[in-house]
């Protein structure tokens, strides 16, 4: 056992020393006291030939002309306490507090799912081979994707008519996941408006760091957009291609996964020329799948395109307590200094002596 550990277990608290190295300088006094012969202080001297019978009579006892100040118990006492004091405090000894970790969050992704009414076409496949709509299958997926994003704040948008915030940035991936799972076809409406949902997701990510740099965050994040559609644009405020040009300006990448066949016409056809001009355009990349492996396929390479930032760190947070030594090594010289004072100059107590008063006559 260590002999931090051993007061440790004493006295309940945990430390350890910033610079050990000090502990070899504690028997230096002894060396010096024992190769270095102590000063001798002379004295003039004065002979006369009853000094034997002066030095009885005043009970000293003779020496060879030369005199050697001897401390007492209590002063070496002090000393040497004072000198482990001091020793100790240059070792500079740290009290340990409680562990805590430091989280680095990796970037803030904002997923947005397309929920107009083609996504409820049973052309995809789960693992037990059942037919499911589409998006059940991003569900499933999306539900594997979100358990490697570690460190990562997700958010959702759901968009079909209308876009709308289902999940502001969380890093609580249950959270996420369960309002994930709330979701249905046509909540948000039968159409297709992609780009007001970039749109959304751009000005979702400027309030966020707009509140990051105020509450004194002011380390940049990585911001990322992974855009789920089964059809092209059909309606909205704002164009995707210039949804995309504003992402770029705002350091937004986007993402764009089509699900569903790219030859389908009509309303629920994809526009694979504006998806690619969008990822192009905002620094992202673009994926095409069919069915349900192509799907998870594109979330991994996704994965692989923004590999995980999340840092922990655990540490525990250092107190010096030299300053107490140093401070207690101070009180014990004042108190010697004192009590030696008190003892070179002991008060004197005078007795009264009783006086006789004499009776005068006057004549």
């Known amino acids: ?29 002894f060396l010096v006291h024992f190769l270095i012969p102590a000063y001798r202080t002379r004295q003039l001297a004065t002979k006369v030939p009853f000094f034997r019978q002066l030095s009885e009579a005043l009970g000293a006892k003779p020496t060879r002309g030369a005199s050697q100040l001897s401390p007492r118990w209590w002063q070496r006492a002090a000393l040497v306490l004072s000198w482990l004091l001091l020793v100790t405090a240059l070792a500079k000894p740290m009290v340990l507090g409680e562990p805590q970790t430091r989280e680095r969050m990796g970037r803030d992704l904002m997923v947005l799912v397309d929920l107009s009414g083609s996504m409820a076409e049973k052309d995809f496949t789960s693992d037990s081979g059942a037919q499911i709509t589409r998006l059940a299958a991003a569900k499933q997926v999306l539900a594997d994707f979100a358990k490697t994003r570690k460190g990562d704040r997700l958010g959702l948008i759901l968009f079909g008519d209308a876009a709308f915030v289902q999940t502001p940035f969380t890093a609580d ?5 369960a309002l994930l799972q709330q979701t249905d076809v046509a909540m948000a409406g039968q159409s297709t408006h992609l780009g007001d949902a970039m749109g959304l997701a751009i000005k979702v990510f400027e309030q966020s760091a707009q509140s990051r740099i105020a509450s004194g965050d002011t380390e940049p994040r990585e911001q990322v957009a ?5 059809g092209n644009d059909t309606g909205s405020f704002v164009e995707p291609v210039e949804a995309a040009k504003v992402a770029a300006a705002k350091s937004v990448r986007i993402y764009m996964i089509a699900m569903g066949d790219p030859r389908t016409v009509g309303e629920s056809a994809l526009d694979m020329d504006t998806i690619n001009q969008v990822a192009a355009l905002s620094g992202g990349k673009a994926f095409s799948a069919l069915n349900r492996q192509e799907l998870a396929q594109a979330y991994e390479q996704v994965g692989k395109l923004e590999p995980q930032l999340y840092e922990s760190t655990t540490y525990r947070p250092k107190q010096s307590v030299h300053y107490y030594l140093i401070a207690l090594v101070v009180v014990i010289y004042l108190t ?13 107590i005078v007795k009264p002596e009783s006086v006789k008063a004499s009776g005068g006559q006057h004549g």
């Open 1 to 29: 056992m260590s002999s931090s550990s051993f007061w440790s277990s004493l006295t309940g608290l945990q430390f350890e020393f910033a610079h050990p190295w000090w502990w070899l300088i504690l028997p230096l006094p």
């Open 173 to 177: 991936q249950a959270v996420w996941l």
């Open 226 to 230: 992974i855009v789920l559609t089964d």
């Open 336 to 348: 010697a200094f004192i009590f030696a004072s008190v003892q070179r100059h002991p008060a004197r």
